[in-house]
């Protein structure tokens, strides 16, 4: 059903998005592991949000995003993160944080979405979240 991602990266800017092949936690069937890496600004958001767009109409319905590299976040990149946690969660899915930088902690501390979108500090805890 889905293809080999292995050397799926995109770049804008500053932003990096890298699928990282974890061999010690195994992903749903469904499941892709990114490596998020600079600014996710007005900029490069919309480029964030076209390919993981892209990737749920291939049958991704479960996106682990490595947030540990990011050092800044502004209302779009938020906006796209809720939007892909809607759309996926409509397909019985789901969008999961993985281990937030400081910076994007305060973001999303800040702006209350703490408590909306699912966040954890490792990528086994949030690959084994019921």
């Known amino acids: 059903m ?3 991602w292995d050397d799926y990266t ?3 800017g500053d932003f ?3 699928v990282l092949q974890q061999k010690f936690v195994p992903l749903p ?3 892709i592991y990114f490596e998020l890496s600079g600014e996710i600004n007005l900029y490069n958001s919309q480029v964030m949000k076209e390919n993981l767009e892209i990737l749920i109409t291939k049958g991704i319905h479960h996106i682990f995003l490595n947030f540990e ?3 800044y976040i502004d209302s779009s990149g938020l906006g796209v993160c809720l939007g892909i946690h809607s759309r996926l969660v409509k397909q019985k899915g789901y969008i999961r944080i993985v ?4 910076k994007v902690r305060y973001v999303l501390e800040l702006t209350k ?3 909306l979108l699912q966040i954890f500090p ?3 805890q949030a690959v084994n979240h019921t």
């Open 10 to 12: 995109v770049e804008s």
């Open 29 to 31: 069937e469904s499941g």
């Open 113 to 115: 979405l703490k408590s």
């Open 16 to 18: 990096k998005m890298e």
């Open 99 to 102: 281990s937030p930088s400081e």
């Open 2 to 4: 889905i293809e080999n």
């Open 69 to 71: 590299q990011v050092s």
């Open 122 to 124: 490792t990528l086994e």
